[in-house]
């Protein structure tokens, strides 16, 4: 089994990686193969809508997302978290979703390159209620799902976070990325 993190902080070490890294210890320990790809690293430019890829099914930008096009067919589970910014996710996960735009048809078919792939997904945010950005899930849902074939199982919520004092593996939601982590087989 083949997992895939994705960190969409610009920030790498804070409240998003402690989630995507609990839930790809938890699935080490049972002997997953995972990696993680940290946006806030990576330089990743905005599609520039060329539509090479919808003939080739690769996109022919060469930066960071080369690292996850080189990973995806291999994936069985993607984690995909990002910090909420101004009520909606990141603008490195913006991106990132929007450089999968290579995995559909002309006509907008699923291209994937792995049928079958799974989604965990996960956000992080300073509002204090826990349903408080529960839309953003819906959307990012509903982007993998319908445009890439992408099925969720399971969702995540860290609130009430704060960026200076990031949350550690005591957080019962930290706790349990990793404990679902450890079902990942």
Known sequence: MNI?????????????AML???ILKGAAETGCE????ELGRMIIRPCNACKVCKDTHQCVIDDGMSEFYRAAPDTDVLVLA?????????????????R??????PGLEICYPHPGTRAVLG????????KA???VLDWMRARLEEYFGIRTIEY??????????????????????????????
């Open 34 to 37: 995972t990696n993680l790809l």
């Open 100 to 105: 999968m735009y290579c995995y559909l048809g």
């Open 82 to 98: 990002s910090p909420i910014y101004l009520d909606h996710i990141s603008a490195q996960t913006m991106t990132f979703i929007q």
């Open 20 to 22: 995507v890294e609990a």
């Open 123 to 130: 956000i992080t945010y300073g509002a204090q209620w826990r």
């Open 156 to 185: 995540f919520r860290v609130h009430s976070t704060k960026h200076d004092n990031p949350v550690g593996p005591e957080h019962p939601e930290i706790q349990r990325a990793y404990e679902f982590g450890k079902t990942l087989k």
């Open 133 to 135: 950005y529960d839309y």
């Open 4 to 16: 895939l993190g994705i960190n969409g902080s610009g920030r790498v070490g804070g409240n998003t």
